[in-house]
Each structure stands twice: as C-alpha cells, then as structure tokens.
C-alpha cells in the first residue's frame, strides 16, 4: 500500500447495525451479531494497511436509552467473542485497551475486559483499542475533576492530555463514521480535534474492504496543517 498515506490511528463509528438488520427483515440483534464479523476483518485490514492503532466506538453511555434485551444482548455478544477469540488474539500479537467507564458495566463484562486487557497488555503489533461504555463529554470531565483533586488551580492542555482515559494513545488522525449520519456523537471529542473526518452512508455490516480503502484513499489527498500556513 505504498501509495497510500495511511494514518498511525484510526477511529471508526460503527453505525447502522439495527438499520441494516431492519432492511434486511431481520431482528436488530442480527446486525449487532453481523456487525462484530465485520468488526473482526476491519480489525485484520487495518493491520494489512499499517494501520497502528485502531479504536472503535462498540458502546456508547447514550446507548444505555437502548432496550434492556438489546443491551444484555450486545454485552454478551462481546463476551462470547473474546471467550471464542483469545487465543488467536494472543497469537496475533494484538493489545486490547478499554476506553470508557468499564467499572460502570455489569460484573460478567467487566471481569471479561479487565481480564482481556491484562492478557493481552505486552502484544506490541497492533493496538486495539474498544470503546467501551463511553462519552467523550464525560472524559474531559472525568480529566477536569482530577486536575482539581490535584490542586491546580489554572488546567493546561498538557494537564488535559495526561489525565485523559488513554493519555499514551496518540490522537486519531483519521475517523470514519458509517451510516450516514454526519456527526461525531460524543466519540473522542478532545482527542478529534484536528482528525480528518470520512463519512459514508454505508451501514455497518455492509463495511468492505474497498469502503475502507476509499476511506484512506480520500485521507491520503488531504493536507493536514494543524493550523500552520502550507510552504
């Protein structure tokens, strides 16, 4: 893929699984279990691209609104997969991190995440990263209270950036959402500050490999300045 100017860390909204699974006469649920397949090859692509690090937005605190039996359905869905998986997560070298309120989550699938990223914390050839319980509101807050506890009393962004979730990750350059909805929905709000944003109207579970390369592709002929005046 030397043509391409793939991004260090990618971000990706993973939206439309229940629309998919509606037009296609089948139960939401459908498209929650369709949808962690294509999880699973997004996860295999970003690794062929040179992609390092990869973060997806799999639960967000808004989705706590959802059905309880959609809820209990997607939690065990996550916990059957890495029941299923970890051995060949191991193999392939991947770290997993949580990012979110993972204590906030029911026992099962707390153990289940703490367990995974314990496991898998010395894997250095790829860094997944699940967002997990999640607001990007909440994260600046949760940073602000502890600068406060700290003492300070004026916060810089330096004071910001080390007491975010996973302040060692670096910041997304590149963030797709699908599903056609041209928002960000409180995913890394601080973090996507200067990220480049790819939006498709493509629902989750119909992802590909060519969506996603159109998605670096279109990244690739962007000029990324940061603010600065191009030489």
């Keep these: 893929m030397n043509f391409l100017k793939v991004p260090k860390h990618v971000g990706i909204i993973m939206d439309g699984n229940g629309?998919?699974?509606i037009k296609n006469n089948r139960e939401r649920n459908y498209g929650h279990k369709k949808?962690?397949?294509v999880a699973e090859n997004v996860i295999e692509w970003s690794k062929e691209f040179g992609v390092d690090y990869l973060t997806l937005y799999t639960f967000s605190q808004e989705n706590?609104?959802?059905p309880k039996e959609e809820i209990e359905f997607l939690f065990e869905l996550i916990i059957r997969y890495f029941e299923e998986n970890l051995n060949r997560i191991i193999e392939n070298g991947v770290k997993i991190s949580f990012l979110g309120k993972i204590d906030d989550l029911p026992k099962s699938l707390k153990d289940t995440c703490k367990e995974i990223q314990n496991i898998s914390?010395?894997?250095k050839e790829f860094n997944l990263i699940l967002a997990l319980n999640?607001?990007?509101k909440q994260e600046i807050v949760d940073a602000v209270n502890k600068i406060i506890k700290e003492g300070k009393e004026e916060i810089t962004i330096e004071d910001m950036e080390r007491n975010l979730y996973l302040p060692h990750v670096p910041n997304?350059?590149?963030i797709i959402r699908t599903g056609g909805e041209v928002r960000l929905s409180n995913f890394l709000l601080w973090e996507s500050a200067y990220s480049e944003l790819y939006f498709t109207?493509?629902?989750w579970p119909d992802f590909s490999y060519e969506e996603y390369l159109n998605a670096l592709k279109d990244y690739s002929k962007r000029e990324r300045r940061f603010g600065a005046i191009k030489q």
């Design 172 to 174: 997304p350059d590149l």
């Design 64 to 66: 706590w609104k959802r």
């Design 19 to 21: 629309r998919w699974a």
């Design 201 to 203: 109207k493509t629902l």
């Design 134 to 136: 999640y607001g990007g």
């Design 35 to 37: 949808g962690v397949e």
């Design 121 to 123: 914390k010395n894997n």
